[in-house]
């Protein structure tokens, strides 16, 4: 059978309905010509019309709103991958992100982490909650595991912890950067509205916080250098570098990489030293 490339948006349509069980679905099957489920039993599930469908498979029907596809996406019970491909092919860009709340990590990706001996490493979400972290990670930035979940959130540690405030090199650099991530981080996730509650309460609770947010920079979290003055290793470098985890548009990792092998050796003494449940 060849492949349509005049039109694959129809032939994207037309697959993806084959897929489904109309008796699932609760459609009289009888006898049906293709498999899967028929243009207009698509077209009810999706609340338009029969014919505007028909043409859409045919390529016939123009552009379709962003509502209608995701009415279509709906009624063809695409997965959030599927979803995506189908607005490339309708509108030429991805949907507007529908912000998921994180609900932790698999042991794949724990395992991960913990593979990283010397190099503090840890998964946080789109509004900055650190849901996942390995020994090295407890060791030399912050014993997470030892805060309730709800102060695991980076701003509240840089604006509300005293301890993390006086381990940074330069914290006004430091905490102006975060902000501005912070911020860009959130817009990109759709997790505006979500963190108002946490916007708020970090204004009442910090001068400082509330002057930066007020700025409305935005910055790129990618990769950098950290500085820390830690209070048992002392002065330690670190480069650092930021992940999308595929498949997990709500998380992101970032990895502490020591500078000098004289400074992972430091980390790798630290760690032992620890309890194994700390991180």
Same mark, same amino acid.
């Given at each position: 059978?060849?492949?349509?490339?005049?039109?694959?948006?129809?032939?994207?349509?037309?697959?993806?309905?084959?897929?489904?069980?109309?008796?699932?679905?609760?459609?009289?099957?009888?006898?049906?010509?293709?498999?899967?489920?028929?243009?207009?039993?698509?077209?009810?599930?999706?609340?338009?019309?029969?014919?505007?469908?028909?043409?859409?498979?045919?390529?016939?029907?123009?552009?379709?709103?962003?509502?209608?596809?995701?009415?279509?996406?709906?009624?063809?019970?695409?997965?959030?991958?599927?979803?995506?491909?189908?607005?490339?092919?309708? +509108?030429? @860009?991805?949907?507007?992100? @529908?912000y998921?709340a994180?609900?932790?990590v698999?042991?794949?990706?724990?395992?991960?982490?913990?593979?990283?001996?010397?190099?503090?490493?840890?998964?946080?979400?789109?509004?900055w909650?650190?849901?996942?972290?390995?020994?090295?990670?407890?060791?030399?930035?912050?014993?997470?595991?030892?805060?309730?979940?709800?102060?695991?959130?980076?701003?509240?540690?840089?604006?509300?912890?005293?301890?993390?405030?006086a381990?940074?090199?330069?914290?006004?650099?430091?905490a102006?950067?975060?902000?501005?991530?912070?911020?860009?981080?959130?817009?990109?996730?759709?997790?505006?509205?979500?963190?108002?509650?946490?916007?708020?309460?970090?204004?009442?609770?910090?001068?400082?916080?509330?002057?930066?947010?007020?700025?409305?920079?935005?910055?790129?979290?990618?990769?950098?250098?950290?500085r820390?003055?830690h209070?048992?290793?002392?002065?330690?470098?670190?480069?650092?570098?930021?992940?999308?985890?595929?498949?997990?548009?709500? +998380?992101?990792?970032?990895?502490?990489?020591p500078?000098?092998?004289?400074?992972?050796d430091?980390? @790798?003494? +630290?760690?032992?030293?620890?309890?194994?449940?700390?991180?």
């Amino acid at each position: 059978m060849p492949v349509e490339t005049d039109n694959p948006l129809g032939a994207y349509l037309k697959d993806r309905r084959a897929r489904l069980d109309p008796a699932a679905l609760g459609f009289p099957v009888g006898r049906r010509r293709t498999p899967g489920l028929r243009r207009e039993e698509v077209a009810q599930r999706s609340n338009i019309s029969p014919t505007w469908y028909t043409w859409l498979e045919q390529g016939r029907g123009g552009a379709p709103s962003a509502d209608v596809l995701n009415r279509i996406a709906a009624a063809l019970m695409l997965t959030d991958i599927e979803r995506e491909h189908l607005f490339l092919l309708g +509108l030429g @860009r991805p949907p507007e992100v @529908r912000y998921k709340a994180a609900e932790g990590v698999t042991p794949r990706l724990q395992r991960l982490l913990d593979a990283l001996e010397v190099s503090p490493a840890l998964i946080k979400t789109a509004t900055w909650e650190v849901v996942a972290w390995n020994r090295a990670a407890a060791a030399v930035l912050t014993d997470y595991g030892a805060l309730p979940a709800g102060q695991r959130n980076i701003l509240r540690l840089i604006f509300g912890n005293p301890r993390v405030r006086a381990a940074q090199h330069d914290w006004e650099s430091m905490a102006r950067f975060v902000v501005g991530a912070f911020r860009a981080d959130v817009a990109r996730a759709g997790a505006v509205s979500e963190v108002g509650q946490l916007v708020d309460e970090l204004c009442r609770l910090s001068p400082d916080f509330e002057a930066l947010w007020r700025d409305n920079d935005v910055h790129a979290y990618g990769g950098g250098a950290k500085r820390l003055r830690h209070p048992i290793l002392g002065p330690i470098e670190l480069e650092y570098s930021a992940f999308a985890v595929d498949g997990r548009p709500d +998380l992101g990792m970032i990895v502490y990489n020591p500078v000098t092998r004289s400074d992972a050796d430091r980390i @790798r003494s +630290l760690v032992a030293s620890r309890p194994a449940s700390t991180g």
